[in-house]
């Protein structure tokens, strides 16, 4: 009887070494996870790159008096959808870097937003423009990190669909400034450049493997392109004719088929991530996963002794 | 006798290729004479459909603008056919234009009929400016730039296409488009069409008849552009409509003439 004790705690003690190291382990993705940026803060940082292209779009739109879907009222809704998109970002615990990041593109957003909230006046849209480009080159960059550093695989991607995005309102954007009559010597080269960059995204995204980016998304993908290539056509032509509603409608279009897309893409490669790198558990929850588990070889150890 | 062996062959060659490239070259020139009066047709249609669905949205010859809407769809759709038929050797470019094309028509003929509203009218000015963007750029792609009486058929073909489009953005300015964009596009047609008739005027072999036709043009025009360019200050679109027709009825007569000639040379 005193043999077999013995024997059975030699069986447990090992157990019992085993089960705390994998306590710790997880005690420590989980402490990891909780200062690494989450999956929605991508998602917040992405849509506050294409809100400002889209805010941009409907200055003009505004400017020229065009009034299909009441332009003046989705930029008034979308400076307070960027806004909250801030306020959410705030709140979230990322490390140092990304802290001091997403602060530098708030800043910077509020030294522009003013220009919206002011009547539109085509003496300042190119100004507008070069401030709103200069803040969504920093802006993807910004959101590049964040995705990097919430460690899910294909997050990349999500990116990517979220910059197609952006490219479409920035393409929507440099169309209506030029029919609003305003001259831009960089015009050609912006678009040729957005065209480019839209290809290039288009190709990355369709040659992806199907992990990252599923045959359904493909389908979608494929789907919004004949958009793309109505909208490259209309930007690139220099007849002198221009169509604003169109591109309004087009823009919006595009806008939320992309937004579905990305939905979709997020879905797939956020929704197979493994459990240690989703951002689950805070301390508090880690400490509790460390109790249950190390208290249950505690008593189990204690019993069998 | 080799020379002569030599020379015969050469000259048998040069039969056989002549009777593989001159049709084939005569084809090409058929075919891109049928695209580019297709696509000439496509910018008039373009604006007479916007124009008749103003017209017929606002209440004024209602039965004639609903008519004239049905018919120029159905000219539009045929035109459209003619174009897509001959893309096998189309550069990437033009066959983007033509998926542009599609895409527009697909667009307007989903709201064509869909009861009026702001939005759907601001859309129909924009999809027959995308038409109109399309087909001009087909033209530019196979116009036999060469031809000085095809030519000048264009140039009246023009100048019908000027008076469809000051009477579409004028009529969409009574509706309430007064944007900064309608006003300048209406205001630049007017332009390109006396730019255009400078051109008709410059011709001198016109036979009687339609050198009256020019004479009543050159004498009507002066009034009816007061009536266009004062769109922001005046509201006299069944007075519009009549003087459009007054200056079609004549270019028609002119545009006769030029097609004989063009097709004669």
Redesign the interface.
Known sequence: MQHKHIVTKSIYLPVRYILTLLAVTTLFFCTEVSANASAENVHEMANICMQANRLLKDYALVG??????DPAKDLKENLKIMEQEFKDLEGQKVNDKLAAEIVEIEKSWHAIKPEFEKTPARAEMLNLRKRVEKFTARCEEVAEDISKDTGIKGEHNVVLAAALGMESQRLAALYLMK???VTDSDYETEIKQVVEQTEKIYNELLEAKEEFVSKEIKAKLKKVE??F??F???AT?N?????????A?MATKIFKALRSILDMEQKLVEGKVSGYFMPVADEKTAGEIFRVLTGRVYAQGEIKV | MKTVRYLTAEIILGIVCALYVVPAFAADQRHDLLTVEAAENIKFSSQAITKAYFYKQQGIRQDRATEDLKKSLVLLKKDLIIIQDGLQNASKEEKNIVVYLEYTLDELLDIVDKPYSKDNGALMIDYSESLLEGADFIVGQHADKQDAEERLLVSVEHLLFFLERINKFYIAYQAGFDDYNNVVQLKRAVKDFETTLAKINAYTEYTEGSLASRNKINKFWPVAKEFFVDIEKGSLPVIVLASVEKLEKELKVLENFHHGKAMNN
């Open positions: 020229m008096k065009v009034k299909y879907s029919a609003w009559g004949k958009d290539i109505a490259s056509v209309m032509s007849s002198g004719r221009f169509m604003p509603s169109q591109a409608k």
